[in-house]
């Protein structure tokens, strides 16, 4: 009898994907990218005191392409609108985004012409993060958040699809002229 009728239905697929799962949340990368004061909270986070290396993440990448993880850190001009979604597509897939603090969120106290109401607005958010700005620990807890959904995501999903549909969805509730042509 092969392992297939022996074992319980689904047992090697819900096996695979625990082991990919576990894999792809403990090989987590950032990418090098801070656009305002929360950049320096998130800066703090790889410093000894607050050890992101625990997780094995303290080689922030300086290269889009090594990296699988956004940490968007700070308000989102609409000059730096088109560079992060630059950089978020020269990420290798899959890939994942925090968006740290209130500004990144929703544009914060900054509503205004020259500030991205929420930068779900032009890339997919994994997991937001209040604050202003966020202390490291909060970092490290929205970290850890993420590693519980990576841990847990099923195989087979087509991320890319799931990303365009959350941009969409952004954008018909709070749309934001400037962002047009943007989206692809
Ligand atoms: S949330 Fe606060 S600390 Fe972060 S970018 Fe905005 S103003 Fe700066």
Redesign the pocket.
């Known amino acids: 009898m092969g392992i297939e009728e022996a074992a319980p239905s689904g047992f090697l697929l819900t096996t695979l994907e625990k082991a990919v799962g576990l894999t792809r949340k403990a090989s987590m990368w950032p990418v090098t990218f801070g656009?305002?004061?929360?950049?320096?909270?998130m800066m703090a986070t790889g410093t000894p005191r607050f050890d992101i290396s625990r997780f094995g993440m303290e080689v922030f990448r300086a290269s889009p392409r090594q990296a699988d993880l956004m940490i968007v850190?700070?308000?989102v001009s609409q000059k730096m609108a088109p560079v992060v979604r630059q950089v978020y597509d020269q990420m290798a897939e899959p890939k994942w985004v925090i968006s740290?603090?209130?500004?990144?969120s929703s544009g914060?106290?900054?509503n205004n012409y020259a500030i991205v109401q929420g930068v779900d607005h032009i890339i997919p958010v994994d997991v937001y993060l209040p604050?202003?700005?966020?202390r490291p620990e909060m970092l490290l807890n929205a970290i850890l958040t993420l590693h519980e959904q990576v841990r847990n995501e099923p195989l087979g999903v087509n991320r890319q699809e799931a990303a365009r549909a959350a941009e969409e969805a952004a954008m018909t509730a709070t749309p934001t002229s400037q962002m047009k042509g943007l989206l692809r």
């Open positions: 656009l305002a004061c929360c950049a320096i909270e850190a700070g308000r740290m603090g209130v500004c990144a914060g106290m900054f604050g202003c700005p966020p």
